[in-house]
């Protein structure tokens, strides 16, 4: 009996850990999809967190959407702590920061509005970023995105492989 008693108690509690989080994953298949192609990189001077930012591959989430072929196109969540206020030096347009990718600056950068239906489908999205759709030429893999602050000459770097179609 003293035996039996344990081995029961033991076996009843790993009853419950049989279920792993994955069964109960509800998310949509844009976001499982997204998921390998979203990495993420930080600043940090002195152990403060300068800045942030996070990238999802469109060309890689999207290959058939006409929208992305031409350009590399991402998702970009940035965020810059002691950002200017003024809309016009705020996030991608603060002078003290730049995008690159492979070394080439950007096309474009749209605004993404905080209710945008792909911010729903991303992963890695918070209320604090700001959200970009940005859009460079075409280069060869790999892609290294990198986020540059010219005060300290610090960047993240962000790498990602084209997908083979």
């Not at 809309?87 to 080439?104: D, I, R």
């Not at 096309?107 to 890695?124: F, G, T, W, Y």
């Not at 290294?144 to 997908?163: G, H, V």
């Amino acid at each position: 009996m003293r035996v039996v008693l344990p081995c029961v108690l033991i076996a009843l509690s790993l009853i419950g850990c049989g279920r792993s989080a994955f069964f109960d994953f509800t998310g949509s298949a844009a976001y499982a999809e997204a998921l390998p192609h979203t990495k993420r990189g930080e600043i940090v001077d002195r152990f403060e967190s300068k800045a942030l930012i996070s990238a999802s591959y469109l060309n890689a989430i999207y290959p058939n959407n006409a929208e992305y072929n031409a350009t590399e196109t991402f998702l970009i969540g940035l965020y810059i702590a002691n950002d200017f206020s003024a809309k016009n030096k705020s996030g991608l347009n603060n002078p003290n920061y730049s995008l690159t990718l492979n070394g080439a600056r950007r096309i474009s950068a749209e605004v993404v509005d905080k209710n945008n239906a792909l911010l729903k489908l991303m992963p890695l999205v918070n209320r604090w970023n700001k959200y970009y759709i940005v859009r460079f030429a075409v280069t060869p893999a790999p892609l290294n995105l990198t986020l540059s602050e010219s005060d300290t000459n610090q960047s993240a770097t962000i790498s990602f492989l084209k997908p083979n179609l």
